[in-house]
């Protein structure tokens, strides 16, 4: 399933260049924005900590896109994060459905997969935002944050929702607490 997406996301690239900037001009990072994820490791581990927000920006075009990544654990069983894409102005409610993260159980190794929602997602697994969440997930799990794409927190801990002011979970996005727990 990941081949597929790498296979479709390698153009991502080329994709958001072509896509049209809000109001034809690069968004820059505001100056006081949490500073860019520059290591694969611990941008999976913040993404999958349990309560993570993400905005992913093209360096290229300034294109942007903002997820939540909520997770979800049975009882018995592996947990599922439920990826959700922000439509509307509201950080806190205009989030919607657009696929999971799974851990796919293999005889000596987890793996995680990323599957678009189907019919119940909030955008088709062709649109730019759907491909930006697979390209980058796929990105992730192979060790690398591509130099053409900025991964930023909202300064709050990927796992509690806590503000972060120590500088280091600035960086991490994961609290002191909430970093030896993950």
């Known amino acids: 399933?990941?081949?597929?997406?790498?296979?479709?996301?390698?153009?991502l690239v080329e994709v958001l260049a072509a896509s049209p900037r809000p109001m034809g001009v690069p968004i820059p990072s505001p100056p006081?924005?949490?500073?860019?994820?520059?290591?694969?490791?611990?941008c999976l581990r913040f993404l999958l900590?349990?309560?993570?927000?993400?905005?992913?920006?093209s360096r290229k075009t300034g294109t942007r896109f903002t997820y939540r990544v909520a997770a979800v654990r049975e009882k018995r069983g592996p947990v599922t994060h439920f990826v959700s894409l922000?439509?509307?102005?509201?950080?806190?409610?205009?989030y919607r459905y657009l696929g999971t993260v799974r851990e796919?159980?293999?005889?000596?190794?987890v793996s995680k997969v990323f599957s678009?929602?189907?019919?119940?997602?909030?955008?088709?697994?062709?649109?730019?935002?759907?491909?930006?969440?697979?390209?980058?997930?796929?990105k992730l799990l192979l060790g690398q944050i591509p130099d053409e794409?900025?991964?930023?927190?909202?300064?709050?801990?990927?796992?509690?929702?806590?503000a972060l002011t120590v500088p280091e979970s600035v960086l991490s996005g994961l609290g002191p607490e909430?970093?030896?727990?993950?």
Do not use: Y
Request: one cysteine or more; hydrophobic letters at 45%.
């Open 1 to 11: 399933m990941i081949a597929r997406q790498l296979s479709i996301a390698d153009a």
């Open 32 to 42: 006081d924005a949490p500073p860019a994820f520059t290591a694969a490791d611990a």
């Open 49 to 57: 900590a349990g309560n993570a927000r993400v905005t992913l920006v």
């Open 86 to 94: 922000l439509i509307g102005p509201s950080n806190d409610s205009d």
């Open 104 to 109: 796919v159980l293999g005889r000596d190794v």
């Open 116 to 138: 678009h929602g189907g019919a119940k997602a909030v955008a088709k697994a062709t649109t730019p935002s759907a491909l930006a969440f697979a390209w980058f997930f796929g």
């Open 149 to 162: 794409l900025e991964v930023h927190h909202e300064g709050h801990c990927g796992r509690c929702g806590r």
């Open 178 to 182: 909430c970093a030896g727990r993950s």
